[in-house]
C-alpha cells in the first residue's frame, strides 16, 4: 500500500511564508507526476500545482506569481513553498501522487494525502 503524508501547514500572517511537504512511502515501485490541491469550505478541490518526475511545473493562476513547486524523486517527496501568503489562500492542502507499485503495473494510480489545514489571518 501507498501512504502520503503532508507536514508544514499552520497560522500564519497575510503575507507571510509556510513550505509544505509530502512524502510518499510503502510499496512503491516508481511515482509520475506530484502535485498540490486545496479546498476551502463551500469550494471544489482545486489545483494549486503540478510537477512532472522531470521537472515540468503548472501553476494555477492564483499561485503562479507567489508559489513554487519542486520535488526530491529519490525522497519521493513533493513541496510547495508558498510566499506572500492571502487570507483567500486558506484551505486544506492535499497532496497527491500517481503510482506504480509494481515494475509490471499497467497504469500509474492516484493517491491522496489526509490534507494539512493552511490559515492566513491576522
Known amino acids: 500500500q501507498v501512504q502520503l503524508v503532508e507536514s508544514g501547514g499552520g497560522l500564519v500572517q497575510p503575507g507571510g511564508s509556510l513550505r509544505l511537504s509530502c512524502a510518499a512511502s510503502?510499496?512503491?515501485?516508481?511515482?509520475?507526476?506530484m502535485g498540490w490541491y486545496r479546498q476551502a469550505p463551500g469550494n471544489q478541490r482545486d489545483l494549486v500545482a503540478v510537477?512532472?518526475?522531470?521537472?515540468?511545473?503548472t501553476y494555477t493562476d492564483s499561485a503562479k506569481d507567489r508559489f513554487s513547486i519542486s520535488r526530491d524523486n529519490a525522497e519521493n517527496t513533493v513541496y510547495l513553498q508558498m510566499n506572500s501568503l492571502k487570507p483567500e489562500d486558506t484551505a486544506v492542502y492535499y497532496c497527491?501522487?500517481?503510482?506504480?507499485?509494481?515494475?509490471?503495473?499497467?497504469?500509474?494510480?492516484?493517491?491522496w494525502g489526509k490534507g494539512t489545514l493552511v490559515t492566513v489571518s491576522s
Open positions: 510537477i512532472t518526475p522531470g521537472g515540468s511545473t
Open positions: 510503502g510499496t512503491i515501485f516508481s511515482v509520475n507526476a
Open positions: 497527491n501522487a500517481d503510482v506504480k507499485t509494481t515494475s509490471y503495473s499497467r497504469t500509474y494510480l492516484r493517491h
